[in-house]
């Protein structure tokens, strides 16, 4: 029976599509792995000087959750995250339904969603948009439905179609 397996834990872990409940993590496999384990732990706040003692602190009261196991990829989007809360992630080598025991860790903050969002300046083809910078954003998606295209979509019979979707130029 193997009881022991001796895996390195996976290196490179890149976070990627950071939203305000997900974010989606990959990593490179080690070698004489076939799997991974993914957990996360949110990460206790500790108040004082951010010195040695306090990382001891909250090393040792990681409280570490399952999220997926037997992860055949090198990527996993991880669900269920709050804004503004700060988490570990962590990937742990596996093989024959074996994990090694340390793992890699990355920390992730999801995103806080916009607030503030209003029109500027609207006519015919554009609109200008302001809304209040979200810390940590690198990029913001702005999709919209144009009036039209709500009243085509309520007077179409086929409740399958599809919403017509305008992006502001």
Not at 12 to 36: H, K, M, P, V
Not at 85 to 97: H, M, N
Not at 118 to 146: G, H, M
Request: glycine fraction near 6%.
């Amino acid at each position: 029976k193997l009881n022991h397996l001796t895996l390195s834990p996976p290196t490179n872990l890149f976070l990627t599509q950071i939203s305000c409940n997900s974010c989606c993590i990959t990593w490179d496999s080690a070698i004489g792995s076939t799997c991974c384990m993914v957990e996360k732990a949110l990460i206790n706040h500790l108040d004082g000087d951010d010195n040695d003692n306090n990382n001891q602190q909250q090393q040792s009261s990681t409280n570490w959750n399952f999220v997926a196991k037997d992860i055949t990829s090198n990527s996993h989007e991880i669900f269920g995250l709050i804004a503004g809360l700060s988490y570990k992630i962590r990937i742990r080598s596996g093989a024959f339904g074996i994990y090694e025991e340390n793992g890699s860790e990355i920390d992730v903050t999801p995103l806080t969603t916009v607030s503030g969002l209003r029109v500027v300046e609207f006519n015919d083809s554009t609109a200008i948009l302001e809304w209040n910078p979200v810390v940590e954003a690198t990029e913001y998606k702005i999709t919209a439905q144009s009036a039209t295209a709500i009243a085509n979509h309520n007077n179409n019979n086929n409740s399958g179609g599809e919403e017509n979707k305008n992006k502001i130029k």
